[in-house]
């Protein structure tokens, strides 16, 4: 059998496996049904799309902006069958687009396979609970890479537009944005605040100008500042704020009105909310500053090597200045930390929402794979624990169990861990790019061929 015919056969073996549990995720979406119903309800000539019965119920309220809902209207046009089947293919579509994204972000990576091999275990068991899910947030992640990408190769009108989508549908990316200011990506900016209005004007071709800004004023408030209902009855919020609320006051889950209510407590003060989302917002703002402070400290000019230097060779200056002009591996390792601090500082991580950190640990292992003799030990054994953690920990039996992993924000302390593996491999390439001498040039191309 030839390679082209051995290929055709995985591929073939892949879309049947698909197929196969396609039949299974779509009898159980969470989340799929909401955008649904929505769009059932709106068609019927409902236009309080915030209240409670339009979305199916207390606990199922409709959360995104009007936009989301125009652009997922064609979808309530089918019976719900075949509707839940159509977003499953699209989302099987957009988690290959992330894929392809990530390979052209590590595109002459040698040691590409280990690289795989590492964000298959690392991230895969988010990627089935956002098919398990249905939620509509593989969408924002693919827009969010998509435009990151773009904005690499200094395409900002169309990584604008890809920005301002993703934005346009959860908020969350636009946590990301104060590195593009840092950097002077000024058009890059410019462009996703032009494509943010017209973008949120669409639906006003539906419900009027007065109804379309009337409804974006009450989806600000129900999602932005009215958040107490959600905040009880939604999924365990995995960031920083989460993380305080559990440990620090005293949650009682009997609230939850599905009756998902056996959560064990884990708070070590009995604090109020207010306080402990108090301490949330300083420990964020002071991450935030610090990470934009220390991604300001990594740049220098006089860090490259210099082809003028005493013995230094031309060509391989050149190819190292040149690798890092164009930020193949220091940009999307910076973009990495961003995504991950996002993540770790805010207002709502759910468990799904750690599917972008398939960027941060792609481009983490590139660079361990890369430069193994270099890269702190830290970063490796980092790694390895996100790996084992996410592979093994949800195997483990007992709904209980899971639970109490829940509660205790494991995937918070793995993010966590991540974060501070990314933090120490930029100084590592810092460093490596200060060596005198010819050590200083050999180690910076070292810590640069990833790309």
Not at 303 to 327: L, V
Not at 407 to 413: C, Q, R
């Amino acid at each position: 059998m030839t390679s082209k015919q051995r290929r055709s056969v995985i591929i073939l073996a892949g879309v049947v496996l698909l197929a196969f549990l396609s039949l299974a995720f779509t009898r159980g979406l969470v989340d799929f049904p909401i955008y649904h119903i929505s769009g059932r309800s709106l068609m019927q000539g409902r236009l309080n799309i915030y209240a409670p019965e339009f979305s199916g119920g207390p606990g199922m309220t409709y959360r995104y902006p009007p936009f989301f809902l125009i652009a997922t209207l064609p979808l309530s046009l089918l019976p719900y069958p075949v509707a839940a089947h159509v977003w499953y293919w699209l989302s099987i579509g957009m988690i290959a687009g992330i894929v392809r994204i990530i390979r052209l972000v590590i595109a002459h990576v040698k040691s590409r396979l280990r690289v795989w091999v590492v964000v298959f275990f690392a991230v895969a068991q988010y990627y089935v609970m956002q098919l398990r899910y249905g939620n509509a947030h593989l969408l924002i992640v693919f827009l969010m890479f998509a435009s990151l990408y773009f904005a690499s190769r200094k395409k900002d009108w169309v990584a604008g537009l890809l920005m301002a989508l993703s934005i346009s549908i959860k908020v969350t990316p636009v946590l990301i944005l104060p590195y593009f200011a840092l950097r002077k990506r000024w058009n890059y900016l410019l462009a996703i605040t032009v494509f943010l209005l017209p973008i949120n004007l669409v639906p006003a071709g539906y419900f009027g100008y007065a109804k379309n800004a009337e409804l974006l004023q009450t989806w600000f408030a129900h999602v932005l500042f009215d958040k107490d209902f959600h905040e009880v009855n939604g999924p365990i919020n995995l960031s920083l704020k989460g993380q305080l609320r559990r440990y620090l006051t005293d949650v009682d889950y009997s609230k939850r009105v599905l009756g998902d209510t056996r959560y064990p407590s884990i708070n070590i003060a009995s604090l109020t909310t207010g306080q402990a989302d108090a301490i949330w917002a300083v420990i964020s703002a002071s991450s935030m500053l610090g990470t934009l402070a220390f991604l300001w400290w990594l740049p220098k000019r006089k860090d490259r090597a210099d082809p003028k230097a005493e013995g230094a060779d031309i060509e391989t200056a050149r190819d190292s200045e040149g690798r890092e002009a164009k930020g193949l591996i220091n940009e999307p390792l910076q973009l990495g930390l961003m995504i991950s601090l996002m993540l770790f500082i805010g207002p709502l991580s759910s468990k799904i929402y750690f599917t972008a950190l398939l960027w941060p640990i792609a481009c983490l292992a590139t660079q361990v794979f890369a430069n193994e003799a270099r890269t702190p030990v830290f970063c490796k054994n980092a790694l390895l624990a996100i790996c084992v953690a996410n592979t093994v920990l949800p195997l483990l039996p007992g709904r209980s169990l899971q639970r109490l992993f829940l509660v205790l924000g494991i995937d918070f302390y793995l993010n966590g861990l991540l974060l501070i593996a990314l933090v120490l491999t930029l100084i590592s390439i810092r460093r490596a790019l200060q060596a005198p001498g010819d050590e200083r040039q050999t180690q910076a191309l070292s810590a640069t061929r990833t790309s």
